[in-house]
């Protein structure tokens, strides 16, 4: 079997265009009982076959009455009624009889003795009664085409006299993941084997849009296998989705085999993620070969495959609403195609600020983080920093404003911040870089906060905080202490007893980078110690953050590097303290009012926050929350 290697390279229109033109697309109809049309599409208007009430009815528990009767009635002439004569009792929902045309609510009617009532007050004709029709008129337009049936809708119909209602027929999609290196969730992967998920985010995504899901079991690699599955479901569907094998691999058969069963519109459309996309149909119906990539798959099927099943279900696709935001950091592109690069949206002062998240289409989590899609033009090379964008967005337009932005020196107590924060309604975007990274960020005005572990050696911010803020006052709140140490191989074979033992011929060294306070830490001790760094074995090394690290180390490619306490225990590793170093958090006072950063200055004084963070191996919470300084002056 020979590769197609040549794919083609059309735009989104030209290929959606493609594709309209080789498929009829036609919406069908069904009858169903209303009881049963939760979240359907009407296909026919909906008409009353009742008037209701059909009959004139009291409102109110009291007694009927004729409204002439009362004239003149007041406190200081009352009018006596006769019973079944004058009046008659009547209860919520009764018949109005023939002979009155008012009811007058029991509170206010005054029993003097049996069969004699007196009133106080008159009553217009028709007061306190339902009139025929109220509320539907036999006849009067329910519903009408396109309604999503809710759950009044079902009440109003079914009020009406009718059972039965004409909807669109919900799409079925039917989904066949392909590839021989996936195992099904819940299973544990082998080296070369991938859980497989894409066909879950696939049919949730034709759940949210109306359709039914027909999840086909994972296909491997096998020409034959794939053609008779291909074959075998395309009958009973309205649109197949095969996922992978989409592109130039050895075992990437569906083109050829969705050429063979039918026809390929278009393979390969010039955008990133999802280049390798394929449109076809088998028969009339309409057939998509998804890449395998996470995010391609899912932005593909967004792309085409959505207005397909929006047409089938009677709809017309739902409008993209677009934000305009400023980008925080250039992007590059390849001219020729349109990327979309998903991004945070974030309110930064009065500006909305688009972060762009990971570009790979491997990365799932960077839709789940998305909160908009930036598109880069086929005709673009990339957008600079600072230029304004639109973005598509894919949340609420309020979300940018419950975001807040944090830089700086990561640690595990970032993390319970971020979840406990998120109960409160606002997401904390954590950007972990580097302490230096975090005060610069924040001097430019690029976040809101930044998280340090840069106590200079006199035991004061003063260096760090003036060098970034010389005018601007900025409070400095404790987040946690935590142990810093080395981070050594498990069981130490090396028996690293402390930095001393660095220059030891044998020790292979891992450093952080520079700007982190891992690394002023370790050359802090250096310098006191007078130990010449170039005689450390793996000095030049560096990783750019404690996960990193400790993963060297746990590998062997590394016997020692400094890090946190917690980290070490995570991987397994053993650990030598040096230091409890302080995580502070450093916000502008011009920030200090913002409701975000009083929610979070709530949970870092909440006991819940800091009995969790007293949960992590070597932290302490002695100082958590307290604004240690506060202005230039004092620091
Ligand atoms: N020589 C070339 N190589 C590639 C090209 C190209 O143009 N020339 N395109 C690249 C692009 S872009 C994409 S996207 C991928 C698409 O590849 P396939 O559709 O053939 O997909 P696979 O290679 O089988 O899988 C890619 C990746 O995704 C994982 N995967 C697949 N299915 C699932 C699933 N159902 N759930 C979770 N993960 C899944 C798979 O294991 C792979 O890791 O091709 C590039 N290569
Ligand atoms: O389409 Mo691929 O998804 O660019 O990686």
């Known amino acids: 079997m020979s590769r197609n290697i040549y794919l083609d390279n059309v735009s989104v229109e030209e290929a959606r265009e493609k594709w309209q033109e080789a498929l009829t697309i036609k919406a069908t109809t069904e009858k169903i009982d209303i009881r049963e049309a939760t979240g359907r599409r009407l296909a026919k208007p909906v008409r009353a076959k009742l008037s209701t009430p059909s009959y004139y009815a009291s409102a109110m528990d009291g007694i009927a009455l004729s409204a002439t009767d009362t004239v003149g009635a007041t406190e200081r002439t009352p009018v006596q009624l006769q019973e079944g004569k004058e009046y008659q009792l009547i209860d919520t929902g009764d018949p109005l009889p023939e002979e009155f045309d008012a009811v007058m609510m029991i509170e206010k009617v005054n029993q003097i003795k049996e069969g004699i009532v007196e009133i106080e007050e008159s009553v217009a004709p028709g007061q306190n ?32 006299g009718v059972t039965e209602v004409t909807v669109y027929t919900q799409p079925q999609v039917d989904i066949i993941p392909t590839g021989s290196e996936l195992i099904e969730p819940g299973r544990s992967p082998q080296p070369g084997q991938i859980i497989e998920y894409n066909s879950e985010v696939i049919k949730n995504l034709v759940l949210n849009w109306g359709g039914k899901v027909m999840q086909r079991d994972i296909t491997p690699d096998k020409y034959e296998e794939i053609k ?14 095969i996922i992978a094998g989409s592109s130039a691999g050895r075992e990437d058969y569906t083109a050829q085999i969705v050429a063979e069963l039918g026809e390929v519109v278009v393979h390969g459309v010039s955008i990133k993620p999802g280049g390798p996309v394929i449109l076809g149909r088998i028969g009339d119906t309409p057939v998509i070969g998804l890449p395998g990539y996470p995010v391609a798959s899912a932005l593909n099927f967004r792309l085409f495959a959505q207005p397909i099943l929006y047409q089938l279900a009677g709809l017309s696709t739902p409008e993209t609403k677009e934000v305009k935001a400023i980008l925080n950091k250039k992007l590059v592109s390849k001219l020729g195609f349109r990327e979309f690069v998903r991004a945070k949206l974030v309110k930064l002062d009065n500006q909305i600020v688009a972060v762009p998240l990971a570009r790979s289409s491997g990365v799932i989590g960077s839709l789940v983080e998305a909160d908009g899609l930036v598109t880069i033009s086929e005709y673009s090379e990339g957008i600079d920093k600072g230029s304004e964008v639109n973005v598509e967005l894919l949340v609420n337009q309020s979300k940018p404003a419950e975001t807040l932005m944090i830089n700086g020196s990561n640690d595990h107590s970032l993390d319970l911040l971020k979840n406990k924060l998120a109960q409160q309604g606002v997401d904390l975007l954590t950007q972990p870089t580097n302490s230096l990274a975090g005060l610069t960020t924040l001097s430019r005005g690029e976040s809101h906060l930044a998280s340090i572990n840069l106590l200079d050696s006199d035991g004061q911010y003063r260096q760090s905080l003036d060098r970034y803020f010389p005018t601007e006052d900025v409070k400095v709140v404790n987040l946690a202490y935590r142990q810093q140490g080395l981070i050594v191989t498990a069981g130490n074979p090396k028996n690293i007893t402390g930095i001393a033992d660095l220059v030891v011929n044998d020790l292979v060294f891992i450093n952080r980078q520079q700007g982190s306070g891992a690394r002023m830490l370790i050359d802090n001790q250096l310098a006191k110690l007078n130990i010449d760094s170039t005689k450390i074995s793996g000095y030049q090394q560096v990783k750019q953050n404690d996960v990193t690290l400790a993963t060297t180390i746990a590998q062997g490619g590394a016997d020692v590097g400094v890090g946190t306490l917690v980290t070490a225990q995570v991987f397994d590793l053993d650990f030598i303290p040096l230091r409890k170093e302080r995580i502070d958090l450093v916000i502008p006072n011009q920030y200090w009012t913002d409701t975000r950063i009083k929610e979070l200055f709530k949970v870092i004084c909440s006991s819940d926050f800091k009995a969790e963070i007293n949960q992590l191996a070597g932290y302490d919470t002695s100082q958590t929350g307290q604004v240690l300084t506060d202005g230039p002056t004092s620091r």
């Open 129 to 160: 009664v339902r009139s025929v029709g109220e509320s539907l008129v036999k006849g009067q337009l329910i519903l009408t085409v396109g309604t999503k049936i809710g759950p009044y809708d079902i009440g109003l119909v079914l009020e009406g």
């Open 228 to 241: 008779e599955k291909i074959q075998q479901v395309t009958q009973e569907s309205d649109l197949v989705a």
